[in-house]
């Protein structure tokens, strides 16, 4: 991060907003549909994911806190009832676990091309569905497995995970305690992850933070204020156009991977 140039710190203070406004707007996309972005400024993922798995922990445990506190508040949860559905998250952290672990594994030591080329076509194939407006839906035991180990996987090598977590958590979780529920659940799958990073001496790119996080909070309250009016609407346009260009950037990514 300290030899880019002055132009790649602007676009990539910007994708910090974008990313925080994402996280904080939909509860979940900050990475997947910031990543491929930022792997465009510069094609280094050791770079940009432990910056990126900070900004999980800060904001993830914040929106949790608050989001538990409001509903507590307002009085949308019945007495002693949590807004974090415990008993489904500790069932589904033991299907995760393991592959969560081989993905960070992988991450650690597979080539930087590589790990970007698998980041863009798993990206690609999200695109498709947000193009199509055909989202991961799981319906039965078997797939509702299969989607956990993939996701589990697929957030141990990139932190984009979320899309096959969210279609298992959506057909189990009530709708009331899903936004946190997943949230708790970033937060320790990020953990996970910070520790390995910790062990193989990851930079965490540290003095960075001083500007980066800002940049995410600044789209982390933009986020919040739309929040209601993001999670009410019809989205699908808006999914669309987003997933028309998470295509274009990653057949660009794969391009300039392996030119």
């Known amino acids: 991060m300290n030899q880019l140039e002055i132009w790649q ?10 990313s925080g406004f994402v996280r904080s707007g939909l509860g979940f996309g900050g990475a997947v549909l910031t990543l491929p972005f930022l792997l ?18 800060v904001f993830s445990s914040f929106i949790a806190i608050t989001s538990h506190q409001k509903s507590l508040k307002n009085n949308h949860l019945v007495p002693h009832q949590s807004s974090i559905d415990w008993a ?3 069932s589904s952290l033991k299907v995760m676990t393991i592959p969560k672990l081989i993905g960070v594994f992988g991450l650690l030591t597979l080539p930087a091309e590589l790990m970007s080329s698998i980041i863009f076509t798993i990206v690609m194939v999200y ?7 055909k989202p991961f839906t799981s319906n039965s035991k078997t797939l509702d497995a299969g989607f956990l180990i993939l996701g589990g996987y697929i957030s141990g090598t990139s932190l984009i995970g979320a899309p096959l977590i969210v279609a298992v958590y959506a057909s189990h979780v009530a709708k009331h305690q899903l936004r ?4 708790v659940l970033w937060f320790i799958l990020v953990l996970i992850k910070c520790f390995a990073f910790i062990w193989a ?3 965490f790119q540290l003095v960075h933070h001083l500007w980066l996080l800002p940049c995410a909070a600044l789209g982390h309250v933009i986020g919040m204020h739309f929040h209601e009016k993001i999670v009410n609407a019809e989205t699908p346009v808006f999914f669309r156009l987003v997933g028309a260009a998470l295509i274009v950037i990653s057949l660009m990514g794969l391009w300039k991977a392996w030119s």
Request: hydrophobic fraction near 65%; charged fraction near 5%.
């Open 9 to 18: 710190y602007i676009f990539i203070g910007l994708l910090f907003v974008w």
């Open 201 to 203: 001496g990851i930079d």
């Open 180 to 183: 946190d529920t997943l949230f």
């Open 88 to 90: 489904y998250l500790k």
């Open 127 to 133: 695109a498709v569905g947000y193009v199509l407006n």
């Open 40 to 57: 465009l400024v510069h094609n280094a993922p050791l770079v940009f994911l432990p910056i990126i798995a900070v900004h999980l922990l």
